[in-house]
């Protein structure tokens, strides 16, 4: 299940912005990349009143696998988690989230991924 159109990021200025404005969070197998959101980036790509929506894009280079399947797998499983435990209480925070997969062979261990996952999500305050 892939994330709604309104809860994803788009656009190489949006990803700038992101780079440069974010707080980091750190973890073993991924970093989060936090920032106030910027909804005057998005108005070029036609998206309005998003200034109160939690935005987020997943990460997942080569390093992590080369095929293409492995990496979709990944992006999947965290959006599937994302999806059936972020609330619409949460949804209201006002910020953009990238997360970037470190380059590791994780893609069969899914406990790991989702521990980790949880447990930035927690540390960066996007859910309670």
Known sequence: MALPKDMRLKGHRTFNYIHKNSK??????MTFKLAKSNPE???SHKIRNTSNNLRISFAVSKKVSKKAVDRNKVRRILQEWLLKNIQKINNHKPYWLLVNLKF?????????????????????????
């Open 41 to 43: 980036i998005l108005l």
């Open 104 to 128: 590791g062979d994780f893609c069969n261990d899914k406990n790991q991924l989702l521990e980790e996952f949880q447990k930035l999500m927690f540390k960066s305050r996007l859910i309670k």
């Open 24 to 29: 980091k969070y750190y973890g073993e197998l």
